[in-house]
């Protein structure tokens, strides 16, 4: 999910640049070995005059990627590099990072003459809900966006780095008093697809939600979108009214929504959840969010946020210290709830 919105954010930007003459490169991770910061389709985009958008690192890559793709733009072609993150003082890069991981990256250079039309069609693709496959040649030819096929091996060969990007989860925000602005700001940074839901269309303002990506003037009696279904939809009700609570709750449990998150305390979520199905209970989050002792909106919203990103990637939002196995597990991306 973090990965299509990077894409779609960098590939707003470059799109932009080149249409105003501008060139640019991304530098896309197309293979990893051992701990690295990020996985295979990272990118970071590098204007012309050095600027940097997105990271492939934590901070410890992007330089001497930069001074790489600078030099790409110049000549117009691409490169690949490899970096090697362990603390083995005597290899040309371990530098004593101690990171323990292995990275290839592939260097993209974009010309305004030639890369508008793909990466046009790249956003088109990012503005919808399928799934798309963008191949990524080695040695100078134009990626091709495609609809992935059932066969599609991603990853990287001889001649290209192949990416399967999967539309990012709607969170629907019912709700959209003050207290939901940080919710859906920080929903966004991470990856949902925030849809603001109110019957109060005056609450409903680019201004309040600058980063949702849509808004709906909606009670729980009206049809829902007919995009929200139970394999990539969860829901965050607070509209602090009762009534109104309990109708969406009950109406988007009924949808078969997997996650439907309820703020508010103990006694007021459990008048609600006495009124569903036993077997349904389960999917009812409430008081919602994960134990972090928040306070305030922020905090509040963080803890939200947390949980529904574990939920959706079938975590329990535990301590990382305390995990036997390997942060990221092959195929997180492709997980759904």
């Known amino acids: 999910m973090k990965t299509w919105q990077e894409t779609n954010v960098l590939t707003t930007r470059t799109r932009s640049l080149l249409e105003g003459g501008q060139s640019a490169a991304w530098a896309i991770v197309t293979r990893i070995e051992g701990s690295t910061y990020r996985r295979p389709g990272a990118k970071l985009l590098i204007e ?3 600027r940097m958008s997105g990271n492939i690192s934590g901070g410890c890559l992007e330089a001497d990627v930069r001074e790489n793709a600078l030099a790409a733009i110049e000549a117009s072609q691409p490169r690949c590099l490899y970096y090697d993150t362990s603390d083995d003082e005597d290899t040309l890069w371990g530098m004593g990072l101690g990171c323990n991981g292995k990275v290839d990256l592939l260097v993209l250079p974009f010309q305004p003459d030639k890369d508008l039309p793909w990466l046009s069609q790249l956003a ?12 990524y040649p080695l040695q100078g030819e134009l990626p091709t966006v495609e609809t ?9 060969d001889d001649a290209a780095f192949t990416e399967k990007l999967l539309p990012p989860p709607t969170l629907a925000v019912i709700g959209a008093g003050d207290d939901a602005m940080p919710l859906v700001q920080m929903a966004a940074a991470v990856g949902f697809r925030v849809t ?40 965050i009700v607070k509209t602090h009214a009762l009534q109104h609570d309990q109708a969406w709750v009950e109406r988007l449990i009924a949808h078969g929504l997997p996650y439907v998150g309820l703020l508010g305390p103990r006694d007021r979520r459990d008048a609600i959840r006495n009124r569903i199905d036993p077997e349904a209970r389960s999917r009812l989050y409430g008081p919602v969010g994960l134990d972090i002792g928040g306070e305030g909106p922020e905090q509040v919203s963080l803890s939200i946020v947390a ?11 535990g301590h990382l210290r305390e995990r036997k196995t390997a942060i990221h597990d092959e195929g997180d991306e492709a997980k759904t709830i």
Request: cysteine-free.
């Open 48 to 50: 012309a005059d050095g």
């Open 307 to 317: 949980e529904a990103l574990a939920v959706w990637h079938q975590r329990t939002g």
């Open 148 to 156: 992935p096929t059932a066969d599609l091996q991603p990853g990287l």
């Open 196 to 235: 603001v839901v109110d019957h109060r269309s005056a609450y409903l303002t680019a201004e309040r939600f600058a980063d949702a990506h849509e808004m709906l003037s909606l009670r729980s009696d009206e049809d829902l979108p007919e995009s929200w279904n139970a394999a990539s939809t969860l829901a």
């Open 124 to 135: 088109e693709g990012l503005a919808g809900d399928q799934p798309l496959a963008v191949r």
